[in-house]
């Protein structure tokens, strides 16, 4: 089912429940080679840096203000 939208639905569905939990900040990591993954966190305001760990792309959301 690749590219029909659900791992966007699945991401953003997670994002508002943590949200409304009051979760202050959602982390991830991916294999560099998962360039849809980075671009998609990168899309849903994730900053993405592949420099933090050898072989891992990091990204990171901050989900409440402060």
Do not use: K
Not at 43 to 57: I, N, R, S
């Amino acid at each position: 089912h690749q590219g029909r939208g659900l791992g966007r639905y699945l991401l953003r569905h997670l994002i508002g429940h943590l949200r409304q939990r009051g979760t202050r900040e959602l982390v991830g990591h991916c294999l560099p080679e998962n360039t849809a993954m980075s671009a998609l966190a990168r899309q849903l305001g994730f900053a993405v840096d592949m420099t933090h760990e050898p072989g891992a792309v990091w990204m990171r959301l901050p989900l409440q203000e402060g």
